[in-house]
């Protein structure tokens, strides 16, 4: 006698689904984005040119197929020079945090007059 399909398979009742952590996922992409300005800083220091990527589906034009693109994403600086000083915003939703009460810029040093245009911290 053959087995059926159907019997051959494992049943079981449906697992119920885990409710994410809204709070643990704004922290996630606040870290995300705050890796992402350590990288663009480190490149503004070093002068080198920061590009990061974002991935779109397109079609081609000749044989109308789907492909994934990468195009360059403009991402906004966090950090600032004034006066030959370098400051640092952390930044969620386009708005400046608060760090303490009342405070909400992280003054990163001033600029040394080498010719290597590093910052001192």
Not at 9 to 37: D, F, G, M, S
């Given at each position: 006698?053959?087995?059926?399909?159907?019997?051959?398979?494992?049943?079981?009742?449906?697992?119920?689904?885990?409710?994410t952590?809204?709070?643990?996922?704004?922290?996630?992409?606040?870290?995300?984005?705050?890796?992402?300005?350590?990288?663009?800083?480190?490149?503004?220091?070093?002068?080198?040119v920061?590009?990061?990527?974002?991935?779109?589906?397109?079609?081609?034009?000749?044989?109308?197929?789907?492909i994934k693109?990468?195009?360059?994403?403009?991402?906004?600086?966090?950090?600032?020079?004034?006066?030959n000083?370098?400051?640092?915003?952390?930044?969620?939703?386009?708005?400046?945090?608060?760090?303490?009460e009342?405070?909400?810029?992280?003054?990163?040093?001033?600029?040394?007059t080498?010719?290597?245009?590093?910052?001192?911290?």
């Amino acid at each position: 006698m053959t087995k059926s399909i159907l019997s051959s398979l494992k049943v079981i009742a449906r697992p119920e689904k885990t409710k994410t952590n809204p709070l643990a996922a704004k922290r996630e992409k606040l870290l995300r984005k705050l890796n992402q300005q350590k990288e663009m800083a480190l490149c503004f220091v070093n002068d080198e040119v920061f590009t990061t990527y974002k991935e779109k589906w397109d079609k081609e034009p000749e044989t109308e197929e789907k492909i994934k693109v990468r195009l360059p994403k403009k991402i906004s600086p966090w950090y600032y020079q004034l006066n030959n000083y370098c400051f640092f915003e952390v930044r969620y939703a386009n708005k400046p945090l608060e760090i303490q009460e009342g405070l909400k810029v992280i003054e990163v040093g001033a600029k040394k007059t080498s010719t290597n245009n590093q910052y001192r911290y």
